[in-house]
């Protein structure tokens, strides 16, 4: 057992087993211990440990710095060959460069990886190359059985990956071995076949579960790229998503069988409950709109408590405006974000009783525990709702006028924000109709209501007594009747009421026919 040692100088190695502290762990433990000087050799080289054999454990131990580990092959920035345990917050944050089984963690592995994680650039001139690890697999034994499967397991990385085939955010490529409650943000470029943003290929029952890439991915055309995984060939994906946006691609895997990947929108990916699959209980943690899904293991617990005061009036954002917010907290770490400081916001958005919120960190910081203090209110806002108004002509028919229109919203209100709204009035006659508006209560609004109207007036209408001409007989002759101009729909003459005309006379001479007509109800008689 090694504890809490150190080294800084730089190591140079023409051979194989090469690290900055460890050449070859063979059993035991190797606890809170870091290296910070670059390293350089053959095969088999690590940051901190060049080999971690099968009974070799590392536990919160560390290489960092900006100091690079480079080599052929099995090159990582922790360890370069992997059989044993990492675990417990352990980390590299080198540049890593070789030709194979490059990884910012490990280069090879058929151990255990667990809450662990790499931020390192990585560069592979050949192929496996991945943020945290460039082969996950198994190791077999001179007789050809199976001795150990690598298993990675609540670990991230952040670095950018570069190289030529099989190149993963995360991992390079996965054989047999398993994959879960991980993500890659870094970004990654591959010049070959199987490039993807959390995995470039998987293969002979390889899984992968409960994980997500957010970096963008690049590959020349034709190559399987995809935003989480560029070829699956035999192996399972389950409850795993992508960033459509950020990654920069379309599809999740671009080769293979696609069940179990879910492209995200980038504001998705800030919201748990998207997050099929992911236990928020005990593994992750999220603060919705700010982040996407953190790994519980390395979030140090913080007591938040926070105090508003006073109201304002309903506005359509959680800015606390005219309420006093402030906060308190326990004893804060070093090194960590507090964030959100300088925009703490309200519970809801909404009319009523809210509370403080807005504080947030991330993926090194805080697991927040927060508590409320005091009372603040939104009050309704005022809102005017009119009934739209119309003036017409009678026309026989039916006619209609509904709709509202609306004063008063805020925000990125609009009438569909409303409920329960609505204004409309039919008429056939002409005179006035009133276009009532009913509306329910709202929740954000107090309502006042002006009504509309609909307007019909009288169309005009032409009455014409009849016309004749005759020869004096000695006797009475008469003309009697009219004819009408103006009638509209499918009024007829029956449809006016105390209309006559007629005339008498015997001797030569002219006689009117006048027209009488009392007043109609939809037309304006001349």
Known sequence: TLSGSYATGNVTGGDNYIGGLVGYQYVGTLSGSYATGSVSGAQAVGGLVGFNA??????????????????????????????????????????VSGT????????????????????????????????LVGQNTFSIDANGNVTSIGAISRSYATGPVTGGFSVGGLVGYNEKASISNT?????????????????????????????????????????????????????????????????????????GTTTGITGLSTSEMQRSENFSGFNFTSTWFNYDGYTKPLLRSFLTPLSVTYTVSGSKTYDGTTACGTITCTYTTGTLTSG?????????????????????????????????TASNSGTATIAKAPLTITGNSASTTYTGLAQTVSGYTVSGLVGSDTTSSLSGVSASVTGTNAGSYTNAVTASTQTNYTVSIANGSLTIAKAPLTITGNSTSTTYTGLAQTVSGYTVSGLVGSDTTSSLSGVSASVSGTNAGSYTNAVTASAQTNYTVS
């Open 54 to 95: 099968a009974q070799g454990t590392i536990s919160s131990s560390y290489a960092s710095t900006s100091a690079s580990v480079s080599g052929t092959n099995y090159i990582g920035g922790l360890v370069g060959y992997n059989l044993g345990t990492i675990d417990s917050s352990s980390y590299a944050t080198r540049s």
């Open 100 to 131: 194979n089984l490059i990884g910012g963690l490990a280069g090879f592995n058929s151990g255990t990886i667990s809450s662990s994680y790499a931020t390192g650039d990585i560069s592979a001139s050949g192929g496996m190359a991945g943020g």
């Open 183 to 255: 993500y890659a943000t870094g970004t990654v470029t591959g010049s070959a076949n199987d490039v993807g943003g959390l995995l470039g290929y998987n293969t002979n029952n390889g899984s992968v579960s409960s994980s997500y890439a957010t970096g963008s991915v690049t590959a020349p055309a034709g190559v399987h790229v995809g935003g989480l995984l560029g070829q699956n060939i035999s192996g399972t994906i389950s409850s795993s998503y992508f960033d459509k946006g950020t990654t920069g691609q379309t599809a999740g895997l671009g080769k």
């Open 336 to 368: 960590k974000n507090l964030l959100g400081t300088s925009s703490l916001a309200l519970s809801s958005k909404n009319a009523g009783t809210v509370s403080g919120t807005g504080l947030y960190s991330d993926q090194q910081g805080y697991l927040m």
